[in-house]
């Protein structure tokens, strides 16, 4: 089993800049590929990055260049720090890991006001 936290979230103005935590705990050494997705209202939850456990990343369109995924191995944590935020970046975010199986956090909230 392994159990992801995420911290970070909160409220931003347009072009503000936030940074995402997701902390793993349990059975974490079997832990390959994260990622984080977003989720927002009426709309279907979305990949938007994943780093592997060497540090290849893959970003979404939207996000690329604007989102930095990252990850300390030492410390199993994963990062999103997220620059230039829109109003349509608002959502649940949530971070996954992948081991036995996919494993997801409880997720935070994101809100871009004007």
């Known amino acids: 089993q392994v159990q992801l936290v995420e911290s970070g979230g909160g409220l931003v103005q347009a072009g503000g800049s936030l940074r995402l935590s997701c902390a793993a705990s349990?059975?974490?050494?079997?832990?390959?590929?994260m990622g984080w997705y977003r989720q927002a209202p009426g709309k279907q939850r979305e990949l938007l990055a994943t780093?592997?456990?060497?540090?290849?990343?893959n970003y979404e369109e939207s996000v690329k260049g604007r989102f930095t995924i990252s990850r300390n191995n030492r410390e199993n944590t994963m990062y999103l720090e997220m620059n230039s935020l829109k109003l349509e970046d608002t959502a649940v975010y949530y971070c996954?890991?992948?081991?036995?199986?996919?494993?997801w956090g409880q997720g935070t909230q994101v809100t871009v006001t004007p």
């Open positions: 349990g059975n974490r050494f079997r832990i390959s590929t």
């Open positions: 780093i592997t456990p060497g540090g290849s990343t």
């Open positions: 996954n890991a992948k081991a036995a199986y996919f494993y």
